[in-house]
C-alpha cells in the first residue's frame, strides 16, 4: 500500500485529495456506489497491469483477481 491519502477500499490506489467515500473514481460510479467485480478487474486489467505494465492479458487478469483479493471491499468473494 502506498503511504499518504486514504487508499481505495476496493483497489488500494491513493485517491485524490478531498475525495470522500471509500472507493476512487476508477471503481465506484458518479455517486459513489461501489462497480460490480467484473467492471473493476477489467478496468484494473487494461489500465494497470497491461497499460502500466505492459502484460499480456492472461497474465494481467490474474494478477489483477490477485490483488483485488486482498482488498476489503472484495474480501470474502467467493473468485
Ligand atoms: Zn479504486
Request: hydrophobic share 35%; proline share 4%.
Amino acid at each position: 500500500m502506498l503511504m499518504g491519502g486514504p487508499a481505495c477500499e476496493s483497489c488500494g490506489r491513493p485517491m485524490a485529495v478531498g475525495r470522500s467515500g471509500k472507493y476512487c473514481e476508477h471503481c465506484s460510479d458518479a455517486k459513489g456506489a461501489l462497480l460490480s467485480y467484473d467492471e473493476v478487474h477489467r478496468r484494473l486489467v487494461e489500465r494497470e497491469f497491461m497499460g502500466r505494465n505492459g502484460m499480456q492479458r492472461e497474465q494481467a487478469e490474474v494478477a489483477a483477481r490477485n490483488a483485488l483479493s486482498r482488498m476489503p471491499a472484495w474480501q470474502g468473494a467467493a473468485r
